[in-house]
């Protein structure tokens, strides 16, 4: 099958070159049918933009916001450092993507995206499984890595910590040790699976040893700032619980 190139693909599309280059380069005024037209075919034929061939090195990282906050606490930043690091041992650059640009893509769109800006392939973060930039990134075809939570779903590439074994066997110890009055402090968000992992840990080890589980130890954060945090340890600590 022969290569394609801008102008089998303006053949194939009934269009101009000229208005095939203005899709892939997102300039000019183009009828939102004629760009899906465009972006189907290229992304069938697999089209690489000769210019960008080079370039493919480039590992875009897509941080989804939480609380109006790309990095919501302090966990964030370091994985982000520690992400830079390796990749830049690895002689990858690195991209940070707006998730606001992309989170209403069409997997055609993000295809070409990563194509034109010589993206070889993505890490997500503060993103669940159930996301719909999930299902477009899969469909898009671009390598796409999650980080910070591992997933069930045996189609989705994850790095993560494993909260619920984890958060269970701290529990048991502290447990054994003789304590009884434990507190769960959590942020309220459906985004962050790890706290809904490590809230299902706390309630299965209370489960486990007998110990009624009770509303005034559970602390739902509305944020991970210190502040937060800190305010609502002394409101718990200087209650009679």
Same mark, same amino acid.
């Given at each position: 099958m022969a290569k394609a190139t801008i102008y089998s693909i303006a053949k194939e599309a009934g269009l101009s070159p000229a208005t095939v280059s203005k899709v892939l380069n997102k300039q000019g005024s183009v009828s939102d049918a004629t760009t899906a037209k465009v972006l189907a075919i290229v992304k069938a034929t697999n089209y690489k933009p000769?210019?960008?061939?080079?370039?493919?090195?480039?590992?875009?990282?897509?941080?989804?916001? +939480?609380?109006?906050?790309?990095?919501? @606490?302090? &966990?964030?930043?370091?994985?982000?450092?520690? *992400?830079?690091?390796?990749?830049?041992?690895?002689?990858?650059?690195?991209?940070?993507?707006?998730?606001?640009?992309?989170?209403?893509f069409t997997p055609e769109e993000l295809h070409c995206y990563c194509l034109n800006n010589g993206i070889a392939g993505l890490l997500l973060s503060n993103v669940s499984a159930s996301h719909k930039f999930t299902n477009i990134a899969?469909?898009?075809? +671009?390598?796409?890595?999650?980080?910070? @939570?591992? &997933?069930?779903?045996?189609?989705?590439?994850? *790095?993560?910590?494993?909260?619920?074994?984890?958060?269970?066997?701290?529990?048991?110890?502290m447990i054994c040790l003789g304590h009884k009055q434990i507190a769960f402090l959590g942020l309220v968000t459906e985004q962050i699976e790890s706290h809904r992992e490590r809230f299902r840990a706390y309630k299965d080890i209370l489960e486990k040893h007998n110990i009624t589980l009770r509303n005034e130890l559970i602390v739902n954060l509305t944020d991970a700032e210190i502040s937060t945090i800190r305010n609502e340890l002394i409101i718990l600590m200087s209650s009679k619980v």
């Open positions: 000769q210019q960008r061939k080079q370039l493919v090195q480039t590992i875009g990282i897509v941080v989804f916001k +939480v609380n109006n906050k790309p990095f919501c @606490d302090a &966990f964030m930043g370091a994985l982000m450092s520690g *992400v830079c690091n390796e990749a830049f041992q690895q002689g990858r650059t690195i991209t940070f993507i707006n998730p606001d640009v992309v989170e209403n899969l469909q898009s075809g +671009v390598p796409f890595c999650m980080t910070a @939570d591992f &997933f069930e779903r045996t189609d989705l590439a994850s *790095v993560g910590t494993d909260n619920y074994d984890s958060t269970l066997e701290l529990l048991d110890y």
